[in-house]
């Protein structure tokens, strides 16, 4: 069981707007602005989407966008392409000694 | 731009050690970064293990720690795992990553570790 919980899949078409939720407690997503999401293609590694709850790393579109409520923060895709199809997985610093935890992830399909 | 490449065996035998390194490209270990390596089984999710600073200075993830040492060879510009005593559940691929701040900004491509005799 993963420490972040994510639902297992969300889909949407083409241009609509999806939000993913990640959902934690005090100790890690609400207590900490250290969300980070990450985009993984079948067969390929993870990319970092977003970092600190909303920062987008230099190339990534502004199409996604992160935010965080209390214990729970968010992923938000607009203008939904093809190529986001993937699954994501949110992770976030935690003061517990295991440091870094992962949602479960979340399978992305664009209809 | 800073590129990471993890290399070692595909097959271990169970209650061996397996072993991978990460060589880094394009730019120094030795910058203000850590150092992970995180795992992800077949079909499952990601799973971080561990990381290392260019000084020596390590962190890892509680239910792995008994098993893993993680090093750094600065004269090589890479970094390593170690994990002992494996078994079936250590089956996954194993990516090294580097750390930006409280998240993890490049990563290498992935090598499959297998446990099996």
């Known amino acids: 069981q993963s420490a972040l919980t994510q639902p297992a899949s969300v889909s949407g078409s083409p241009g609509q707007s999806i939000t993913i939720s990640c959902t934690g407690t005090?100790?890690?997503?609400?207590?900490?602005?250290?969300v980070s999401w990450y985009q993984q293609h079948p067969g390929k590694a993870p990319k970092l989407m977003i970092y600190?709850?909303?920062n987008r790393p230099s190339g990534v579109s502004n199409r996604f966008s992160g935010s965080k409520s209390g214990n729970t923060a968010s992923l938000t895709i607009s203008g939904l392409q093809a190529e986001d199809e993937a699954d994501y997985y949110c992770s976030s610093y935690t003061s517990s000694s295991t440091l870094r935890v992962f949602g479960g992830g979340t399978k992305l399909t664009v209809l | 731009q800073v590129q990471l490449q993890e290399s070692g065996p595909g097959l271990v035998k169970p209650s061996g050690t397996l072993s991978l390194t990460c060589a880094v490209s394009g730019g120094s270990i030795s910058s203000s970064n850590w150092w992970s390596w995180v795992r992800q089984p077949p079909g499952k999710g990601l799973e971080w293990i561990g990381e290392i600073y260019h000084s020596g200075s390590t962190n890892y993830n509680p239910s792995l720690k008994s098993r893993v040492t993680i090093s750094v060879d600065k004269s090589k510009n890479q970094f390593s795992l170690k994990l002992s005593s494996v078994t079936a559940a250590d089956t996954a691929v194993y990516y090294c990553?580097?750390?930006?701040?409280?998240?993890?900004?490049?990563w290498g491509q992935g090598t499959m570790v297998t446990v099996s005799s």
């Open positions: 600190d709850v909303s």
């Open positions: 005090s100790s890690d997503v609400g207590g900490y602005n250290y």
């Open positions: 990553a580097r750390g930006l701040v409280r998240s993890f900004d490049i």
